[in-house]
């Protein structure tokens, strides 16, 4: 089972942030925090992955709370082509040998212009 | 670099074929992981290879099988099919290396069993 809960759907105006949120309360210390999304039946892309600092590239920002037990993917400025299902995924670290990601629900995210 | 390539990108078969699904990953990543995703289950993982051996495994039935060449590229293989196998399938690529590293997936195959 997925170790992560997404509200099932967002929306936010062009222009705006869109934050979404996902909590991960039962995370390990070792485990990451990934975030991947898919855009009407593309292959999921990858977005960005953090441990327990914020972390930001050209895409997005991750800020991870300080009991990492919460986080929020921040798009600075939603476009339409940003209107995608996001999906938070927690997974092991260097050590872990599970090899895959295992999907929730994810948050379908509507950019409205 | 490259993406991972996936083919064919769109497949139609019949109940009781078999069909099998090719994923080239990105040049230089030795794992190739491959998941399935219907309306109803979403998105599951179905095995992984590294250096041609399978590393992990998800819970689906024996029809599912694949493997992995020496130069990574990886095919998989369901036999019998049935209804309930058309989906989406994706593969992903990653380094290989120990432990849990970015997977980067490619586009798919969309398999339709009538």
């Known amino acids: ?113 | 670099k490259a993406g991972v390539t996936q083919t064919p990108r769109y497949l139609i078969k019949t109940r009781g074929q078999q069909v099998t699904l090719s994923c080239s990953p990105i040049s230089g990543h030795r794992s190739v992981s491959w998941y399935q995703q219907t309306p109803g289950q979403g998105l599951q993982f179905l095995f992984e290879y590294f250096s041609e051996t399978q590393r992990n495994k998800g819970n689906f039935p024996g029809r599912f099988s694949g493997r992995q060449f020496s130069n990574s590229r990886s095919e998989m293989n369901v036999s019998t099919l049935e209804l309930g196998d058309s989906a989406l399938y994706l593969c992903a690529s990653s380094l290989g290396g120990a432990g849990a590293e970015t997977q980067y997936f490619g586009p798919g195959t969309r398999l339709l069993v009538l």
Not at chain 1, 26 to 34: C, D, L, P, Q, R
Not at chain 1, 57 to 74: F, G, P, Q, V
């Open chain 1, 1 to 113: 089972d997925a170790k992560t809960t997404q509200p099932p759907s967002m929306d936010c105006a062009e222009g705006r942030a869109a934050n979404l949120p996902c909590n991960h309360s039962t995370i390990s210390g070792n485990e990451y925090v990934y975030w991947y999304r898919q855009i009407h039946s593309q292959g999921p892309q990858y977005i960005i992955h953090g441990l327990k600092n914020n972390e930001t590239n050209e895409m997005a920002s991750l800020i991870i709370t300080e009991d990492r037990k919460s986080s929020t993917l921040i798009l600075p400025h939603a476009t339409l082509r940003d209107t995608a299902v996001y999906y938070c995924i927690v997974r092991g670290g260097p050590m872990d040998s599970s090899y895959k990601l295992i999907f929730g629900s994810g948050t379908r995210l509507l950019v409205r212009p």
